[in-house]
């Protein structure tokens, strides 16, 4: 009944909630997947996104849609890698970055082991500025982390924004430096927060540094301070620090897919991972 191409556009929309970073993704036209789209809920009988000029949002449907796409191009990939007769094998090094310790990635890598019994997968967390560098110097074949400043390389899996978060109780005093939780260079976030801060003339100290996501998580739930933060990766006993503390906006983030330069049957393995995390985007952020 539903075309897994379609299926595929489907969970690009969803993941990117943009029309046109999911035609990026999928090397397609916009018009293409627009195309695609309609036709998925004409099958559906079901509007999956609400979109105007400025947005694009799952409906109801559409959420449930995304469990019954996974599932469906789950099974579809298992049932052509069974007839073709191919199974990969190999050693595999993916880095993914501290941002998704918390998620359901787990879940993604634990099906790909399954299906994929005889490859060697090696990870790696980390930063994701040490995640690039690692990448380039050829340490990693795959890397799943946020996409550097003024960067146009990866495969979009998630766009976000950046945000302030600390403890609930937590009350920043306007006449004194703000109190920095922070990972240590090159963390992405902190140059993020510290160019922010720098940019609006607010002072500021660090309070805590720690390479480990849980340290910082402890920090803050303590009422050290605050740190920036992905929106929809929020810990739980955390917060949104309010408008009314001043702080300056962070701007947006990318997490996005970056190959290395892997052969034969890395680059097979690579290519497997990489279209099931871009396949399960959507439970890597609560």
Do not use: N
């Not at 703000?178 to 140059?191: Q, S, W, Y």
């Amino acid at each position: 009944m539903y075309e897994p191409t379609q299926l595929r556009t489907f969970l690009a929309v969803a993941q990117t909630l943009s029309f046109t970073q999911a035609a990026r993704r999928l090397g397609l036209r916009q018009s293409t997947v627009s195309q695609h789209v309609r036709r998925l809920e004409e099958e559906a009988g079901r509007a999956l996104f609400t979109r105007d000029t400025h947005s694009v949002e799952l409906t109801e449907d559409g959420e449930a849609m995304l469990g019954f796409a996974r599932t469906i191009l789950a099974a579809h990939e298992r049932a052509a890698a069974f007839f073709t007769g191919t199974r990969l094998r190999g050693r595999l090094r993916f880095g993914v970055s501290e941002d998704f310790v918390l998620t359901r990635l787990p879940e993604i890598l634990e099906s790909f082991r399954r299906e994929h019994p005889e490859v060697d997968l090696e990870l790696t967390v980390g930063l994701s500025g040490t995640l690039h560098e690692k990448l380039a110097a050829g340490r990693l074949d795959l890397v799943l982390a946020k996409r550097r400043g003024g960067d146009t390389h990866g495969r979009l899996v998630w766009h976000s924004t950046l945000t302030w978060i600390g403890a609930p109780r937590l009350r920043l005093d306007p006449d004194r430096p703000v109190p920095l939780i922070v990972f240590p260079p090159p963390g992405i976030t902190r140059a993020r927060a510290l160019e922010a801060l720098e940019a609006h003339g607010r002072p500021w100290r660090i309070v805590c540094t720690s390479s480990s996501l849980s340290g910082l998580i402890a920090a803050a739930r303590a009422g050290l301070g605050v740190m920036a933060h992905t929106r929809g990766l929020i810990p739980p006993g955390l917060s949104p620090v309010p408008a009314r503390a001043g702080l300056p906006e962070l701007g947006a983030v990318d997490f996005v897919l970056l190959h290395g330069r892997p052969k034969g049957t890395a680059q097979e393995a690579a290519d497997a991972l990489a279209a099931a995390i871009l396949a399960g985007g959507d439970r890597l952020h609560r």
